[in-house]
């Protein structure tokens, strides 16, 4: 099984989870895993290195979206690659969970200081 690069960081208000690698049915269960504790702030998902995703990747992003809005937070994409781009694009994710171009800008739309959607 192909195994993620996940790793998080903390910051005033916002959490940032870092993916590396493939995302898909082999692997899926590891960033669910990885993300169920973290969803008491808004979450920004670092996208950069992440050169394939599967509609099982897509699915474990938008059960994390569900939670983190119970929660009050909600999930914003970053950086992502043109493969994983089109999935959302062609699934219509992008009408309930924000991209942005850049962490940063992400980081800055999850505070709501602006929203800077690609």
Do not use: W
Request: charged share 20%.
């Amino acid at each position: 099984m192909p195994m993620l690069t996940l790793a998080h960081e903390r910051r005033p208000g916002v959490t940032v989870i870092t993916v590396c690698g493939e995302l898909d049915a082999t692997n899926r269960a590891q960033l669910d895993d990885y993300v169920k504790d973290l969803t008491d702030a808004p979450l920004v998902f670092d996208l950069s290195r992440v050169p394939f995703m599967d509609s099982s990747g897509l699915h474990v992003l938008l059960m994390c979206d569900v939670r983190c809005r119970r929660e009050g937070g909600a999930v914003h994409l970053a950086a992502v690659q043109p493969l994983p781009a089109r999935l959302f694009e062609i699934t219509g994710v992008l009408s309930h969970v924000p991209m942005h171009a850049t962490v940063e800008e992400a980081v800055t739309a999850a505070l709501g200081r602006a929203d800077r959607s690609v």
